[in-house]
């Protein structure tokens, strides 16, 4: 069969939950605030699978990446290492490409801060979530 001798330069990779839950992110039928919601309803559902939840482990942008991307409990990657709401350097984004800021509110709440179109955080034009 011509098929069996296919030669793929990269192994097919698996779907993870990003791929579907994530679809759309920065796209141009969502607004900015609905992409911060898009990920932080992401990020919610993957600490619900895996029921690990102290936001303390997870308090800056790139130790909250590792976790989704396998360094949990069950081993599980759940974002994908490519994909739009993520930069060349592994940190989630907003749609701007600027990294978003992870603060823990609480042991259960993590907000969410995109910089907003200025890309300079703590400014007046700043997306939260969850929404103040």
Do not use: C
């Amino acid at each position: 069969m011509e098929e069996d001798n296919l030669i793929f330069s990269e192994p097919p990779t698996d779907p993870v939950l990003s791929d579907t839950m994530l679809a759309g992110y920065a796209g141009e039928n969502t607004s900015a605030a609905e992409d911060l919601e898009m990920i932080a309803h992401f990020i919610d559902s993957v600490f619900l699978l895996v029921k690990q939840r102290n936001t303390a482990d997870y308090s800056t942008n790139e130790d909250l990446v590792l976790f989704l991307q396998g360094s949990n409990s069950h081993r599980l990657p759940f974002l994908a290492k490519v994909g739009p709401a993520l930069n060349s350097k592994g940190q989630l984004v907003d749609r701007w490409n600027s990294p978003l800021i992870i603060h823990p509110v609480s042991q259960k709440v993590l907000e969410l801060r995109s910089a907003g179109p200025d890309k300079t955080p703590y400014t007046g034009d700043d997306l939260l979530w969850p929404v103040r």
